[in-house]
């Protein structure tokens, strides 16, 4: 077929096999942004919003998240998670999230914490969108990667 290693001979996806593979320590970082206003970034930062305190309840959801990538993402192992961090960097008018991802496992990380950082925006967005419901979740990457064959990634 076309060299991906989600598809057998005749093209039908499939869970690739790792059990050959070593166990390895594994991270993935992953960053995205909730884009707001001015004032709604006020209340984020006070506390102040009608739905209570974002931030934490985003935090929660973010690590709830990457424990579940397995049940939402298809062809994703499920993988015994060693760490999940999520933070918060406040700006003018966004809230950057960053989603940390440990394992030592066959397989890396970067979905779990693309995952933890999706749904860590998505609770922001749930608990703004009453006082600003053109809010925008953008930006979602994988910042960094370590460990298996390919070593340490980084974007160009």
Known sequence: MSGLSHL???GA?????VTAKTATRRTAVAQGAVH????????IAGGGLPKGDALPTARV??????KRTSDLIPLCHQLALTGVDV??????TEVTITA???TTDRTGVEMEA?????????????MIKAVDPAARIE??????????KTGTWTPA
């Open 8 to 10: 057998d001979e005749s």
């Open 13 to 17: 996806a499939h869970m690739v096999d």
């Open 36 to 43: 707001t206003r001015a004032d709604v970034i006020e209340l």
């Open 61 to 66: 959801a973010g690590i709830m998240a990457a």
């Open 87 to 92: 933070e918060f960097a406040i700006g003018t």
């Open 100 to 102: 940390t991802v440990r």
């Open 114 to 126: 693309l995952t933890a950082v999706s749904v860590a925006a998505l609770t922001v967005y749930d």
């Open 139 to 148: 930006d979602l990457h994988v910042v960094r990667k370590e460990g298996g």
